[in-house]
């Protein structure tokens, strides 16, 4: 099966800056694209992550959170970090949204932001949790899909001018940075949350960078 692209850092730019003033709901969809972009999470997760997932009590942004077990894709827990100011800032934006328009808030405003703990970070035009599809393969094993998410993420791709992506470009994109910075594939694992280091390799291999890099050599 191809890799999903890699999306280079212009045409990333672009894509955020096309997604920020198109469609319905641009707030949301930079902050959903910011997100996969910037921590490779799966769709199956953004669609569960919970605001207590984000936030304190009093508010303020987690430093290290948590992708439970039952909501990571593969049962796996690990640890999130809100440590990207681009991705917190965009996810930010959208929860004053989120509260100015009331899309499932609380009476106690005074705890995370006003918002239900308990409720998705990300929810759809209609101010209601995303739904996921079950899936049983042929060995009986249940896997689950967010379709419509996926829609969304083509949809905002295509936009943009750049076909063949999808959700996975963020988490291909978000693995090849890291590894360009030089960081060591057992990190690159946790923070994927893979379970080996086989899979990691082969998520972030064939770098166009560094296949450009070896033919410019050749001659």
């Known amino acids: 099966m191809a890799k999903a692209p890699y999306i280079e850092d212009h045409r990333l730019k672009h894509?955020?800056?096309v997604a920020a003033v198109s469609g319905e709901?641009?707030?949301r969809n930079v902050a959903l694209l910011t997100c996969v972009y910037g921590t490779g999470m799966m769709l199956t997760e953004l669609a569960r992550l919970p605001i207590k997932a984000y936030l304190?009590?009093?508010g303020t942004v987690l430093d290290e959170?948590?992708?439970?077990?039952d909501i990571a894709y593969n049962g796996a827990a690990r640890p999130p970090y809100w440590s990207n100011t681009k991705v917190v800032a965009a996810i930010d934006k959208y929860l004053e949204y989120r509260v100015e328009h009331r899309h499932r808030v609380t009476t106690r405003k005074a705890a995370y932001r006003g918002l239900d703990p308990e409720e998705a970070i990300f929810l759809t035009d209609e101010g209601e949790p995303y739904k996921l599809t079950e899936r049983r393969t042929a060995t009986g094993a249940i896997s689950y899909s967010c379709d419509s998410l996926s829609q969304l993420f083509r949809?905002?791709?295509l936009q943009a001018g750049i076909e063949?992506?999808?959700a996975m470009s963020g988490r291909r994109t978000f693995a090849v940075r890291l590894a360009r910075n030089q960081i060591d594939l057992k990190h690159i694992e946790v923070l994927l949350g893979m379970k080996t280091l086989r899979a990691t390799k082969a998520?972030?291999?064939a770098d166009p960078v560094r296949l450009g890099a070896i033919a410019a050599g050749v001659f």
């Open 15 to 17: 894509l955020l800056k």
């Open 203 to 205: 998520l972030i291999d």
């Open 56 to 58: 304190r009590p009093d």
């Open 164 to 166: 063949g992506a999808s």
């Open 65 to 69: 959170s948590a992708v439970t077990a």
């Open 155 to 157: 949809k905002l791709h």
């Open 25 to 27: 709901f641009p707030v």
